[in-house]
């Protein structure tokens, strides 16, 4: 029979394994499913993704988004926005092109037009604070620690399943 620590031990460090491959699903597994994970580094959309969340945006056809929906974009620059469609309009020149306007549910100004081109995606659902963990994962730091953490967890894992087969033994043997 197995000791008392020796299982709770056991459990600690399958749960701390199970903790890992949940994590890094929600980091990088979710593309398998077609969400793509994005880290919310600002407040204008507080109210409902706050500041620090995973945010996971699905692509979509631009043609099928309506007012209402939250869209990541390319803004000037490269740099990424999620905010709330609140018009559509068709190009001036070409009616067959549309255009977003686009505005942060806690600001008070609306954003320039948001080209259909430029739309990354629409938003799925968030979970709150895993961005922070996100982003301190990509930088150098981060990404060691990590790698240290999965590699000491499986080295764990490992010699706990050494100790108890061992101990496995030993009670057999007294057993006969």
Do not use: W
């Amino acid at each position: 029979m197995k000791s008392k620590p020796k299982m709770i031990l056991k459990i600690v460090s399958n749960s701390l394994v199970i903790l890992v491959i949940v994590f890094a699903f929600l980091l990088h597994g979710t593309q398998l499913v077609g969400l793509e994970p994005y880290s919310v580094l600002s407040g204008s959309m507080q109210s409902v993704y706050p500041t620090g969340s995973l945010l996971y945006i699905r692509n979509v056809n631009p043609e099928t988004l309506v007012v209402g929906d939250v869209i990541t974009y390319k803004m000037t620059g490269g740099a990424l926005c999620t905010h709330r469609i609140i018009e559509i309009v068709p190009d001036e020149k070409n009616p067959k092109i549309i255009h977003f306007r686009t505005k942060g549910d806690e600001n008070d100004t609306v954003d320039p037009l948001v080209d259909s081109n430029n739309v990354v995606g629409k938003a799925v659902f968030c979970i709150p604070f895993l961005g922070y963990l996100a982003m301190y994962i990509a930088t150098p730091p981060g990404k060691y620690i990590a790698i240290t953490i999965a590699v000491a967890l499986v080295l764990i894992e490992i010699m706990i399943g050494i100790i108890l087969d061992s101990n496995s033994e030993k009670q057999s043997k007294k057993q006969n």
